[in-house]
T-cell receptor
């Protein structure tokens, strides 16, 4: 079945540091890939997505590229801010069936120090 | 605000009691999903509706769980004879057809004592 593996956390960075959060996946067919973010006290929000190989999703300075050859969708940001402190979830949606249910990774907590 | 809403936001109940949660999706969305999230884990799929039809249920959804979406608008998730293992955040999401973005509600946090 489908699965998503995220790097172990938590991650603590200083403001303006470079961020990479690794995500790899296992899926049949051609899934769409997502990063969701959960800020303290808030619900899950879509951060970015990519629907086919080599697509790059981007939003709020974050980027991730759909790499089919390495089955990866790593999240990057060049300069993190304190306001980026949140839990980040990588997810995939099975593109082969009518049900586009999401399969999530465990999530990783990012804390950014001033 | 026209986002996904869930009610109640918090529920504390005693083991063996029944509980019901409600989800109101974004009005033009025909797909509605329920997920469950436990501490330190990502959300796990429970069930999915296209309009009023329940098209898929996860093996996580035991016989004590039932979900409805009677008119293809709001949905309810009922848990009968709750167990301590049912304690979790229950999330609802909605989307349009196809690989469209799912928009999540704030969740209902259930604690079974």
């Amino acid at each position: 079945g489908n699965s998503v593996t995220q790097m172990e956390g938590p991650v603590t960075l200083s403001e303006e540091a470079f961020l990479t959060i690794n995500c790899t996946y296992t899926a049949t067919g051609y899934p769409s890939l997502f990063w969701y973010v959960q800020y303290p006290g808030e619900g899950l929000q879509l951060l970015l997505k990519a629907t086919k190989a080599d697509d790059k999703g981007s939003n709020k300075g974050f980027e991730a590229t759909y790499r089919k050859e390495t089955t990866s969708f790593h999240l990057e940001k060049g300069s993190v801010q304190v306001s980026d402190s949140a839990v980040y979830f990588c997810a995939l949606s099975d593109g082969t069936g009518a049900n586009s249910k999401l399969t999530f990774g465990k999530g990783i907590t990012l804390s950014v120090r001033p | 605000d026209t986002g996904v809403s869930q009610d109640p936001r918090h529920k504390i109940t005693k083991r063996g009691q029944n509980v019901t949660f409600r989800c109101d999706p974004i009005s033009e969305h025909n797909r509605l999903y329920w997920y469950r999230q436990t501490l330190g884990q990502g959300p796990e799929f429970l069930t999915y509706f296209q309009n009023e039809a329940q098209l898929e249920k996860s093996r996580l959804l035991s016989d004590r769980f039932s979900a409805e979406r009677p008119k293809g608008s709001f949905s309810t998730l009922e848990i009968q004879r709750t167990e301590q293992g049912d304690s979790a955040m229950y999330l609802c999401a909605s989307s349009n057809s196809g690989p469209e973005t799912q928009y999540f509600g704030p969740g209902t946090r259930l604690l079974v004592l």
